[in-house]
């Protein structure tokens, strides 16, 4: 089992910058695959960065070259640095962990609650 926990999110106004954590308990952490995804009103959750154990990453288009997704395994922690934010970032923001970066992408095996990012313009 592996509960995930996310914090950090807020309002902030476009051009600023947020950090979103997720810590993780129950597991070996070292061992999952872990991801990031949102879902803003009215739209489906997407895939928004994904982290393999060995720490290869991979990014949504909507977000590469703003977004940077790192694992602290020691530390049991993913996080999600936001920079150069738009009001179109603005969503629920939910950790995912699985056991392999296939899982991760396609059907998690564990979710966090989801921390709120609000995006003004």
């Known amino acids: 089992q592996v509960q995930l926990v996310e914090s950090g999110g807020g309002l902030v106004q476009a051009g600023g910058s947020l950090r979103l954590s997720c810590a993780a308990s129950?597991?070996?952490?070292?061992?999952?695959?872990m991801g990031w995804y949102r879902q803003a009103p009215g739209k489906q959750r997407e895939l928004v960065a994904t982290?393999?154990?060995?720490?290869?990453?991979v990014y949504a288009d909507s977000v590469k070259g703003r977004f940077t997704i790192s694992r602290d395994n020691g530390k049991n922690t993913v996080t999600l640095q936001m920079n150069s934010l738009k009001p179109e970032d603005t969503a629920v923001y939910y950790c995912a962990a699985g056991g392999t970066i296939v899982a991760v992408t396609t059907t998690p095996d564990y979710w966090g609650q989801g921390t709120q990012v609000t995006v003004s313009s």
């Open positions: 129950g597991s070996i952490f070292s061992d999952n695959a």
């Open positions: 982290s393999t154990s060995g720490g290869s990453t």
